[in-house]
Nanobody, 116 residues
Framework: QVRLVESGGGLVQAGGSLRLSCAASGIIFSINAMGWYRQAPGKQRELVADITVGSTTNYSDSVKGRFTISRDNAKNTVYLQMNSLKLEDTAVYYC??????????WGQGTQVTVSS
C-alpha cells in the first residue's frame, strides 16, 4: 500500500522560509493529485495547496504568492516551498495523495511553528 512521509518542518521566525518534502512509496499507481493540508490547534484540517501529475496547481488564498507546490514524478515526491511565513501558518502540515482531492492517503504530519 501507499506510504507518504513528510519532512522539513521546524521552527522559523516570521518572514522566514521552510521547504517541506513528501515522499511516496509502495503501490503508487493510484496517486494522481498530491497536496498539502494543515491543521492548527482547535481548527479543522484545511487545504494549503495541491498538484496533479500534470502539474496543475491549486492554492489556498491565504498562501497564494508565498507558497509554491511542486512535484518530482520520477522521485514520487512533492514539495512545498514556504516563504514569507506568518504566525498564522503555524500548524501540523500533512501530505495527501490519491485519485481525488483530497485523496485517501495521508502522511503522519510535520510540525511548522512560526515565531515572532
Amino acid at each position: 500500500q501507499v506510504r507518504l512521509v513528510e519532512s522539513g518542518g521546524g521552527l522559523v521566525q516570521a518572514g522566514g522560509s521552510l521547504r517541506l518534502s513528501c515522499a511516496a512509496s509502495g503501490i503508487i499507481f493510484s496517486i494522481n493529485a498530491m497536496g498539502w493540508y494543515r491543521q492548527a490547534p482547535g481548527k479543522q484540517r484545511e487545504l494549503v495547496a495541491d498538484i496533479t501529475v500534470g502539474s496543475t496547481t491549486n492554492y489556498s488564498d491565504s498562501v497564494k504568492g508565498r507558497f509554491t507546490i511542486s512535484r518530482d514524478n520520477a522521485k514520487n515526491t512533492v514539495y512545498l516551498q514556504m516563504n514569507s511565513l506568518k504566525l498564522e501558518d503555524t500548524a501540523v502540515y500533512y501530505c495527501n495523495g490519491g485519485l481525488q482531492r483530497p485523496g485517501n492517503y495521508w502522511g503522519q504530519g510535520t510540525q511548522v511553528t512560526v515565531s515572532s
